[in-house]
């Protein structure tokens, strides 16, 4: 989280299969790890184009792929942060909940199916 005059921006890495969801504009709820109880609120301002690898580029294929369910690339996404009563040191850590369009149980299990074969062939 970066907090200047104008206000707070804080960026979340979003797995590469689930970035077509995000949107600028989408509502974002921040749980910061120095501040546990206290979630911060914002909106997506931009989702990176371009995927970033998820590992350095000196491990091998199967070492970045250590599960089936993960995903080895990233979209960074930024996040405007509407709370004004920051109090947090700089390299903040923390989890992003991105709200995107709701889902029915059958879209998410053949969207986890389709993920898992993509890593498979």
Do not use: C, M
Request: proline residues 4%; aromatic residues 2%.
């Amino acid at each position: 989280v970066i907090v200047s005059g104008e206000g707070a921006v804080a960026w979340a890495g979003v797995e590469q299969a689930d970035a077509p969801a995000v949107a600028a504009g989408q509502s974002v709820s921040l749980l910061v790890d120095e501040q546990p109880f206290a979630p911060l609120n914002g909106r997506v301002t931009q989702v990176a184009r371009r995927a970033r690898p998820n590992h350095d580029k000196s491990e091998s294929g199967a070492a970045a792929r250590q599960s089936l369910l993960g995903d080895d690339r990233y979209h960074v996404v930024q996040i405007a942060v509407d709370d004004a009563r920051l109090t947090l040191l700089p390299g903040a850590h923390g989890t992003a909940k991105i709200t995107t369009e709701r889902s029915n149980i059958g879209s998410l299990v053949v969207d986890s199916v389709r993920r898992a074969l993509q890593r498979v062939l």
